[in-house]
């Protein structure tokens, strides 16, 4: 079942509600009571595909390594260090 977003036109009031398809729209706001004001609001779907799913088994190449966001904040630091002035292969070359 979608939930739906709506809002008062008497009082602002949002809220969300728990739906099927076929049931009507609320008439009444559950802040102001006010009758017939209730308005759907357009909203953008979300959702999140996540585990081992569809990309993993289906479009995945072999050579490809699993990738988390964990991964995307560690892989930035360890990038940045291989550059940075105090790394070893710096280090090793000044100390010859």
Known sequence: MPIYAFQCAECGHS???LQKL???DP???PAC???GGVRRQVTAPVFRLAGSGWYETDFKKDGDKKRTLADKGEGGAKSSDAGS???S???AATAS
């Open 15 to 17: 809220f969300d509600r």
């Open 22 to 24: 076929s049931d009507p």
């Open 27 to 29: 008439d009444a706001c």
């Open 33 to 35: 009571q006010a009758k």
């Open 85 to 87: 002035p105090g790394s």
């Open 89 to 91: 292969s710096t280090t």
